[in-house]
């Protein structure tokens, strides 16, 4: 949702010199971006004056832009000697701001994108901002989807690290991939399942669920990895989670299941996507925890997940529902 942002301050001037921050995890995804000059990375446990002197290391930056909300982000670059940073006055940083953006009034039920929130900043700072459709770069399918195919490999995504209220069922998914597998007997389907070392104990639940061809790949790629994996790929079904982000930035026709969060503003980018929510009475509520009976997961049936995916795949491929 970023990678928009920093294409277009790419385009704003061509003597721009863009150094991007991040965890070592995300290295590999800003390097294959294309859109920095250089990526400055960072262990996770590393704290945050550590951050700022390792960027003061790589060079003397005349101005930052401050993508997340954090203390911690603001307090790194300025802990690199960088006084001009541009972010949102949030979790009483403004005093470290050079630049303080205060947010768009809200209106309830309406929400903006969040890569539109943060092409904000730019529009705020000045900078000419072209439209979202623009900068999004969205590239064709690395694995397109054509008739006749006899083999298709279909991604899932059972986790979320933000909570279990994100998450689809297990044996829903697991149904879900078995109600698209009886639908075309003809079809092979070879599953690979994804998500972080810490949710294996979901990938070995969704793997034990399902017959054979399956891969469970959870908490066994990096992120470099992934991205290989995921370039393999016809179709990849989700929760609303950085895998999701990450397919369709690559390309890849992406089923997204939604429910305590807003599609609105996180749905994947992109029109080939589909997006399933239940709009139930209590959402979006972002908990990461469902106090009730999670009712807008579980309104959400196996053979809805498994529709979305045989109709996604059959607008490539020209076959019937």
């Not at 089923?255 to 807003?262: D, L, M, Y």
């Amino acid at each position: 949702m970023s990678l928009p942002t920093v294409r277009a301050l790419r385009r704003s001037r061509e003597d721009l010199y863009i150094a991007v921050a991040c965890r070592e995890n995300l290295t590999a995804l800003w390097e294959r971006s294309g859109v920095a000059d250089e990526v400055i990375s960072f262990d996770k446990g590393l704290g945050p004056l550590s951050v700022g002197h390792r960027l003061r290391e790589r060079g003397s930056f005349d101005a930052g832009l401050l993508l997340p909300n954090s203390f911690r982000s603001a307090l790194e670059l300025r802990a690199a000697g960088i006084r001009d940073l541009l972010g949102y006055v949030r979790h009483q940083r403004s005093f470290l701001l050079g630049l303080p953006v205060k947010e768009r009034p809200k209106s309830p039920g309406l929400y903006r994108h969040h890569a539109l929130y943060y092409l904000d900043l730019l529009t705020v700072a000045g900078i000419e901002t072209p439209s979202l459709e623009e900068v999004m770069e969205i590239p064709s399918s690395p694995t397109p989807l054509t008739p006749g195919l006899k083999e298709i490999h279909l991604g899932v995504c059972p986790g979320a690290e933000y909570g279990n209220a994100k998450r689809y069922p297990i044996d829903r998914y697991a149904a879900a991939i078995q109600y698209v597998r009886q639908q075309h007997p003809e079809i092979t389907f070879q599953i690979s399942i994804f998500g972080s070392p810490a949710e294996r104990g979901i990938g070995s639940d969704l793997a034990s669920r399902l017959e054979e061809p399956c891969r469970n790949l959870v908490g066994e790629t990096t992120i470099t990895e992934l991205v290989k994996e995921l370039q393999g790929c016809h179709v990849l079904v989700s929760n609303d989670t950085g895998t999701m982000h990450l397919g369709a930035a690559l390309g890849v026709p992406t089923v997204a299941i939604f429910g305590p969060t807003e599609p609105a503003l996180t749905a994947p980018l992109g029109a080939i996507h589909r997006v399933i929510r239940e709009p139930v009475e209590c959402s979006p509520c972002f908990l990461r925890e469902c106090p009730i009976d999670h009712r807008c997961m579980m309104r959400i049936s196996p053979e809805r997940v498994g529709g979305e995916i045989l109709a996604l795949i059959n607008s490539y491929t020209g076959g019937e529902r």
